[in-house]
């Protein structure tokens, strides 16, 4: 399995390069310091992952979707300081497919790569308390049912995507609204149905990305 790290921090760089020589299975054939010398070293080597903190200086989130877009079959893991939900889901939808931070246990860091290598989803617990704290199960997540082509909500049914991505129930949200239960039963599916989603995940990931809800007031939504 060969790899790249992508960091600007070089004592990150050496730190995980540290960790990973630990294990016969991984070979580290690069190093890179920002975005433009990724590149580089994606044209010359063939390389299978990618370690890396798009958040350090030189990098950026859109990075990982560029790559991805001329070199599909390369698996990105994220390693990066504390973010926000919001930040965590854009991560993914970009490319990441496992995620973990800098302050994880070694093993979590390497059991990250191994599994990766197999194909399987891995993040630590820290960043998986946040999105399940954010209602989000990442194995709902339709990441492809997200087009560029515009959305056209109504006012009321955005105001019920924000109360569906606070947590509360259709028999709440009814009862916050005045309306029926079967009225706003029959906006959810409409909703759905504009936004190409299949489950309340994807409503809520919409409203995240399109910051109808600030990921700090959904961090503490009501258990109703």
């Given at each position: 399995?060969?790899?790249?790290?992508?960091?600007?921090?070089?004592?990150?760089?050496?730190?995980?390069?540290?960790?990973?020589?630990?294990?016969?299975?991984?070979?580290?054939?690069?190093?890179?310091?920002?975005?433009?010398?990724?590149?580089?070293?994606?044209?010359?080597?063939?390389?299978?992952?990618?370690?890396?903190?798009?958040?350090?200086?030189?990098?950026?989130?859109?990075?990982?979707?560029?790559?991805?877009?001329?070199?599909?079959?390369?698996?990105?893991?994220?390693?990066?300081?504390?973010?926000?939900?919001?930040?965590?889901?854009?991560?993914?939808?970009?490319?990441?497919?496992?995620?973990?931070?800098?302050?994880?246990?070694?093993?979590?860091?390497?059991?990250?790569?191994?599994?990766?290598?197999?194909?399987?989803?891995f993040f630590c617990?820290?960043?998986?308390?946040?999105?399940?704290?954010?209602?989000?199960?990442?194995?709902?997540?339709?990441?492809?049912?997200?087009?560029?082509?515009?959305?056209?909500?109504?006012?009321?049914?955005?105001?019920?995507?924000?109360?569906?991505?606070?947590?509360?129930?259709?028999?709440?949200?009814?009862?916050?609204?005045?309306?029926?239960?079967?009225?706003?039963?029959?906006?959810?599916?409409?909703?759905?149905?504009?936004?190409?989603?299949?489950?309340?995940?994807?409503?809520?990931?919409?409203?995240?990305?399109?910051n109808l809800v600030?990921?700090?007031?959904?961090?503490?939504?009501?258990?109703?």
């Amino acid at each position: 399995m060969s790899i790249i790290i992508a960091d600007s921090n070089d004592l990150t760089r050496v730190g995980l390069r540290s960790i990973l020589s630990t294990q016969t299975s991984i070979s580290i054939v690069g190093e890179a310091s920002d975005g433009n010398e990724l590149m580089n070293q994606l044209n010359s080597f063939d390389v299978s992952m990618v370690l890396i903190d798009y958040t350090s200086p030189g990098f950026t989130i859109d990075t990982i979707s560029e790559i991805s877009s001329f070199k599909k079959e390369i698996k990105f893991i994220a390693i990066t300081p504390e973010q926000s939900a919001q930040t965590l889901v854009d991560a993914l939808r970009s490319g990441i497919m496992s995620y973990v931070k800098k302050d994880c246990d070694l093993s979590e860091i390497v059991n990250a790569v191994l599994e990766t290598r197999k194909g399987n989803k891995f993040f630590c617990g820290q960043i998986l308390e946040t999105i399940q704290k954010a209602q989000i199960d990442v194995n709902d997540l339709d990441f492809d049912s997200f087009t560029c082509e515009a959305v056209v909500l109504s006012e009321r049914e955005n105001e019920i995507i924000v109360l569906i991505s606070e947590g509360y129930t259709n028999n709440k949200i009814a009862e916050l609204l005045f309306l029926s239960n079967h009225t706003i039963t029959t906006h959810r599916k409409n909703i759905m149905s504009k936004l190409g989603v299949k489950n309340t995940a994807g409503i809520v990931m919409y409203a995240v990305k399109t910051n109808l809800v600030s990921p700090n007031k959904f961090l503490f939504a009501p258990s109703s």
